[in-house]
């Protein structure tokens, strides 16, 4: 290696921020706990590094002209599907570029079937405390989008819902399965129900489940993302979080009956349709992914999920121990929220803010990730004892 090369300003700006931050990195859902070492000694070994690698084309389609690793893709359709309660031979799926890559294709394929059996245009419900790409999506799609007010906790408040359903246009559900700050779940067959009984011409279900889906499908809650159960048409689930991954990158999984009514938009040379939105994806994620799922397995990541329960319930104990107002918006959230503490210790610990005047006003949050051990959480106490509880 030509370390005279990487002797750069911006070379060591971003080691010395990659070393800072990884430890402390824990108010955003982020896999701290993740090593791809051994994936990169593979990588490397095998001379990879000079090989472009794309994935173009539908990988549910094994006909289509390979330039990456669309079978490794496949792969982990076949693989993972089946937890989420999709039939193997019923499943199209694919991995996205984020977890709002999947819910731009959720909301587009959901569009597209409404309007196709209707005739009519959507209206998009999704609920105020959503993942703002949700809003962001409807506006780029040009979707009619209704925000439904929320309870303290962050879940679709089903009665507001009620109020804001149009029966006489197709409804485009997107349900929240953990709010972005305060991990609220709404509660998805209330809210079917109501749209049964006010009975618009048809409906379509997206679950947004960008950080809990991840690690929900691997715990004693498994039910809650279960499309046989909870009877959604297409979920989005983000990589680089629970699975853990060093860049963006997603699952996204609905029905070959939804992608019926998309436009085929075939494409000769590569020998077949391609309804992804995009078209160029990245060929190495499915890699890590893959090798991730052979490291690790079923069970591994269902120990990852249930250490993470547990340092749940350590946290929020220790920040009751002290007297420290905290929060759980349910029992299968990974995030405990709180009154905001010290500045200095809000950018210590990377905490992402908000304020809620039903709180108290002032909030931060831990989103408790495979990297936030039981010692980062003693330290974050002693940081609060030492600087916020003076006096």
């Not at 084309?57 to 006909?63: A, F, H, L, T």
């Not at 005739?119 to 962001?136: A, F, G, M, Q, T």
Request: include cysteine; charged fraction near 25%; charge should be negative.
């Amino acid at each position: 290696m030509n370390k005279e090369l990487f002797n750069d300003e911006l070379f060591n700006r971003v080691l010395d921020k990659a070393k800072s931050v990884k430890k402390y990195q824990i108010g955003y859902p982020i896999n701290e706990g993740f090593d791809l070492k051994e994936f990169y000694e593979w990588y490397d070994e095998h001379n990879l590094s000079d090989v472009f690698l794309n994935n173009v084309g539908d990988p549910n389609n094994e006909k289509s002209v390979n330039f990456g690793t669309l079978y490794v893709e496949r792969k982990i359709i076949r693989t993972i599907a089946p937890i989420y309660g999709f039939d193997e031979n019923e499943v199209w799926g694919l991995m996205t570029e984020s977890g709002s890559d999947g819910n731009n294709h959720g909301i587009y394929y959901g569009r597209n079937y409404l309007e196709s059996i209707t005739k009519k245009k959507p209206i998009l419900y999704v609920s105020s405390e959503s993942h703002y790409s949700n809003k962001r999506l409807a506006e780029l799609q040009q979707i009619e989008v209704k925000l439904i007010p929320t309870d303290e906790l962050g879940k679709m408040i089903p009665e507001e819902f009620r109020k804001a359903l149009d029966s006489t246009r197709p409804a485009l559900v997107v349900f929240s399965m953990g709010t972005t700050f305060k991990g609220g779940i709404d509660d998805m067959q209330t809210i079917k129900k109501i749209v049964e009984e006010v009975n618009p011409p048809a409906a379509y279900y997206h679950v947004d489940a960008a950080l809990f889906g991840g690690y929900l499908a691997f715990s004693d809650y498994s039910n809650e993302v279960n499309k046989k159960i909870c009877g959604y048409d297409s979920i989005s689930v983000s990589g680089h979080k629970f699975f853990g991954c060093d860049e963006p990158c997603g699952l996204f999984f609905t029905t070959k009956e939804i992608i019926d009514y998309q436009n085929p938009n075939n494409v000769p040379y590569l020998i077949g349709s391609v309804p992804t939105i995009l078209c160029s994806r990245s060929a190495i994620s499915p890699l890590k992914i893959y090798y991730t799922l052979k490291r690790y397995g079923v069970e591994g990541l269902r120990k990852q999920v249930k250490q993470m329960f547990e340092n749940v319930v350590y946290l929020k104990n220790k920040l009751d121990e002290i007297g420290w107002p905290s929060w759980i918006s349910c029992k299968e959230s990974n995030i405990v929220f709180f009154k905001k503490i010290d500045d200095a210790l809000m950018k210590k610990y990377f905490l992402a803010r908000a304020t809620d005047d039903r709180f108290g006003g002032e909030l931060g949050h831990i989103v408790v990730m495979q990297g936030v051990t039981k010692e980062i959480i003693d330290e974050f106490i002693a940081d609060i004892k030492e600087n916020c509880l003076k006096g």
